[in-house]
């Protein structure tokens, strides 16, 4: 059992937890992941690290709530548990020296950015990081990313805060400015694209976080391959990050929906679980 | 006339006792054992068939060389629980090794009853005395040996993790395993399905050996967390035994083969048999069934994947595979239980391509028809593709089970680690000794996916080479342990998975 130590609101259906996981803790590095499993009936899924504390043994969450677990994830308070805690997931991020690096994160994927930009100016590189978001109150982690980058831009779709559009419109001017010489972009899937599709005609070496449904996330399953550069790999094993140049997102995006039914049943589920805990006091 | 009176050629007259089962139209519903066991009567009925060699081969048939014909007299005489305690002395999972061991390759496969008649069902007598002594509660507590301060970490907690695990405990040492999902057992959960093991039988044998003293850490990914050699310098283990397994699923590389609906064999009986995906949306795990299922393959795996399916109720399940009947390498009773249950079978066919949808599911198959021409490396026939014999299926769910090779997570995080040149692990033969001092390994990891009691016999041998070894090396006061005579000749036919 992992107990729950700090939850914070961050925005709607969005929290910050800390989670007590403290052999992950000492291990974990920038990149990786973990997978979680909420209790007995529940699915496996895959979580990024926006932080941890080796000493307190704690790792930071952040969770979105898009389905049936994550939304019963979000719902849990501090001092509840989780079942069951796997990781370090995935390798270590790796970005090519030189230049400054980009850091761009959409939705939870703010978060995940933060150990690698960190780790980056740690180095003594130049680290400026990106924020979108669709609008003002979906900025997350501004505050954080500051903390870690030389310079943040924050961009909002309907202008709400920062600049109005998208990544990047923000990305372009810093590739016109200065010598940029890798780009770290873990979020969405068609901000990872649009992206990756930006840098590549400037060769700018990009990396991109690929979020395939998993199961186990050790490679035992290959329910999270993708395919990269026309090889499978496994996205679990092989990354989670890999060359944005290379990546078949087309297929990536149609796989992420094969459980569109199913979801949407499990979400019946939860509304009317959640209906019958609010009901009964 | 009493039994033990009986001449062997009346023992041999007794026919071979068949056992229960659930009726194929009933068992292709529910997730329930296929197989009932016997009934005490039975049993001793078909122990009598056993005639006493004076050289009893079957023991030499059984890779961890089971005292049969001793186990069997104890049932003529109706001490089962008896029977289950002589057994658990070489075998700690006879409940299991029962149900799922490929007996008609192995120890029945040379009973000499089986000359003339059909041999001594020694794995159905082997369930049922295990069987017999859980549910009358007939299981003794193990007394806890003398510790030698020895600490040893298991790594997966597969047949060959459980194995090290408790012949180690036996010896008195201390016992840690990791296992990198959350919940301990290996394929025997994760990919064999409840209805041919059912998961109290796991969970017994796991219970007993939490009560000899073996920890069992779950969610624990060795490699990631510690690597084995921080496992000995960080983690003040004296000696790691790598029982990891064969989990790399293999893809056959043709076009379309990520369509939406195409599984592994291992994520298809993971989201099952672990996750219970059969229960969606009670347990909340998801899994695509649709109405026409392809399996590819036809061993084990490719059959476990076939009768699962069968019962999420599609219109068809059809095995496809490159050979023919005579090449599969399912064991006979799963094939015949899979045909039973409605199973149709392609034989000398293998895919050439997967057609998807407009939402990219697969909805098709192009196919081409094979014929057997020289034999290969394995000594089995290699199939060449027949020109001309390609044709469509329609189909919305596919399951790979080409077979497995190992995963390099962990060989990743031991590069001194010595394999050949498919990755399998190199281990002494008679010490299971890897090329690293003090990591031992044993099972699916140094075959490449064989079965569960060559897994176990292989971590028998690793245990003593790990328990002789730790005697040098601590300069304990005990004696060498030297390999049980009928061990030299075993020669057991393996089966293939
Ligand atoms: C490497 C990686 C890191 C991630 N990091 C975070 C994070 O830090 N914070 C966060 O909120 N989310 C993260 N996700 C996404 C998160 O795993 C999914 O949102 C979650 O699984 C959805 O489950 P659900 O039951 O709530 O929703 P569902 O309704 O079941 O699914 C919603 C969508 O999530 C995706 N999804 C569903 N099941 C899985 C699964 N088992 N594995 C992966 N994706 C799945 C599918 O695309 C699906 O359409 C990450 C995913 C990956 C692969
Ligand atoms: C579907 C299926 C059906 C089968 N049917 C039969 C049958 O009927 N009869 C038969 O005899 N054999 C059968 N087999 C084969 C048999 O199950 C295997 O040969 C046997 O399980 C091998 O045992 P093992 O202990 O080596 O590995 P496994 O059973 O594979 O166990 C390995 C364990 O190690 C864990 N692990 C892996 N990596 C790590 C890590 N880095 N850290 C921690 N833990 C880790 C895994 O999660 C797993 O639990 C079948 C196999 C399959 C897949
Ligand atoms: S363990 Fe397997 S091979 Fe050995 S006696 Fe039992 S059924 Fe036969
Ligand atoms: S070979 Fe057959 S008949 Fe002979 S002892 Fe073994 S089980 Fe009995
Ligand atoms: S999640 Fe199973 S192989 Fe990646």
């Not at chain 1, 990047?168 to 001017?173: E, F, H, V, Y």
């Not at chain 1, 972009?185 to 901000?191: I, R, Y």
């Not at chain 1, 990396?207 to 679990?236: E, P, Q």
């Amino acid at each position: 059992m992992h107990k729950i130590v700090y939850k914070k609101e961050l925005a709607p259906k969005t929290v910050m937890l800390k989670v007590e996981a403290p052999w992950i803790a000492r291990k974990i590095q920038p990149g990786q992941f973990i997978i979680v499993r909420l209790d007995e009936h529940g699915e496996r899924i895959p979580l990024s690290i926006s932080g941890w504390d080796a000493e307190a043994g704690t790792l930071r969450l952040i969770v979105v709530g898009v389905g049936y677990t994550s939304n019963k994830m979000i719902a849990l308070n501090e001092g509840d548990s989780i079942l069951d805690v796997v990781g370090p997931l995935g390798r270590h991020t790796h970005l090519p020296e030189g230049g400054a690096a980009v850091m761009i994160g959409g939705g939870y994927g703010t978060g995940a950015i933060i150990p690698s930009a960190l780790e980056q100016r740690k180095a003594g590189r130049r680290v400026v990081g990106i924020v979108g978001a669709r609008t003002k109150e979906l900025v997350l982690l501004e505050d954080d990313l500051r903390a870690a980058c030389a310079d943040v831009f924050v961009t909002t779709d309907d202008g709400s805060y920062g600049r109005k559009g998208l990544v990047t419109d923000a990305l372009k001017d810093i590739i016109d400015n200065e010598d940029v010489g890798a780009v770290l972009a873990v979020g969405p899937v068609p901000m990872m694209r649009a992206v990756s599709e930006l840098t590549k005609p400037h060769n700018i070496p990009t990396m991109v976080s690929l979020n395939a449904i998993m199961v186990d996330g050790t490679g035992m399953c290959g329910a999270c391959r993708v395919t990269v550069g026309g090889k499978i790999r496994f996205a679990c094993y092989d990354g989670p990050d890999f060359d944005g140049h290379l990546v078949d997102y087309k297929e990536l995006t149609m796989r992420q929906r094969t459980y569109l039914k199913q979801e949407a049943k499990a979400m019946e589920v939860f509304n009317r679980e959640s209906a019958g805990r609010t009901a009964t006091p | 006339m009493e039994a033990k009176d009986l001449t062997p050629r009346q023992r041999m007259q007794i026919p071979r006792q068949s056992m229960p089962e659930q009726k194929p139209e009933i068992r292709r519903t529910n997730f329930n054992e296929v197989p009932l066991g016997y009934d005490e009567q039975t049993a001793i009925t078909e122990a009598d068939r056993c005639i006493k060699c004076k050289v009893p081969h079957c023991i030499d048939g059984c890779p961890v060389n089971i005292d049969i014909p001793g186990f069997l007299e104890l049932i003529t005489r109706g001490e089962f629980a008896a029977a289950a305690r002589k057994i658990k002395e070489t075998n700690v999972l006879p409940a299991v090794c029962g149900r799922v061991c490929p007996q008609e390759n192995q120890c029945e496969a040379v009973c000499v009853v089986g000359k003339k008649y059909k041999p001594v069902a020694i794995g159905r007598l082997e369930r049922f005395v295990a069987d017999y002594e859980r549910t009358h509660n007939l299981v003794v507590d193990p007394v806890k040996p003398k510790q030698t301060g020895c600490k040893i970490a298991v790594v997966g907690s597969g047949p060959a993790g459980l194995t090290v695990a408790s012949e180690m405990a036996r010896r008195g040492h201390q016992v840690v395993v990791y296992e990198a999902l959350h919940q301990p057992g290996g394929v025997l959960f994760y990919g064999i399905p409840r209805f041919r093991l059912p998961g109290d039988v796991i969970k017994s044998e796991l219970e007993y050996l939490k009560k000899m003293g073996v920890e069992i850490h779950v969610n624990t990914v060795i490699g990631k967390l510690a690597t084995p050699a921080e496992l000995m310098k960080d983690m003040g283990f004296d000696a790691v035994f790598l029982g990891t397994g064969a989990g790399l699923p293999r893809f056959p590389n043709v076009p379309g083969q990520n369509f939406n609906g195409i599984y592994s064999a291992n994520e298809y009986l993971t989201r099952l048999n672990l996750m219970r995906a059969d229960r969606f949306p009670e347990a909340i795990t998801p899994l695509h069934c649709g109405k026409r299922v392809a399996v590819f393959g036809a061993g084990n795996t490719a059959m476990d994947g076939a009768r699962t399916s069968i019962r999420m109720g599609p219109e068809s399940v059809t095995v496809y595979y490159r050979r023919t009947r005579e090449e599969a390498p399912a064991r006979t009773e799963e094939l015949e239980h899979a045909i039973q249950e409605g199973v149709k079978f392609e034989w000398l066919t293998a895919p050439l391509e997967f057609y998807g949808d407009d939402n990219f599911f697969v909805k098709g198959a192009r196919l081409q028809r094979m014929k057997l021409g020289e034999p290969d490396e394995s000594g089995r026939r290699r199939p060449v593709p027949m020109e001309g014999s390609e044709f469509d299926i329609e189909v919305d769910t596919v399951v790979f089970a080409l077979g497995f090779g190992v995963n390099p997570l962990i060989l990743e995080a031991a590069p001194d680690l010595k394999t050949n040149r498919w990755g399998i692990v190199e281990a002494d033969k008679e010490t299971g000794m890897t090329s690293i001092d003090g990591v031992f390994a044993g099972g699916d990891i140094i075959t490449g996916g064989a079965t569960v009691i060559l897994a176990m016999g292989q971590a028998k041998i690793a245990a003593r080479g790990m328990h002789n070894w730790l005697i040098n090396k601590k300069g304990l006061d005990m004696p060498r342990e030297l390999p049980p005579e009928s061990a030299t000749h075993a020669k057991s036919k393996t089966a293939k998975v």
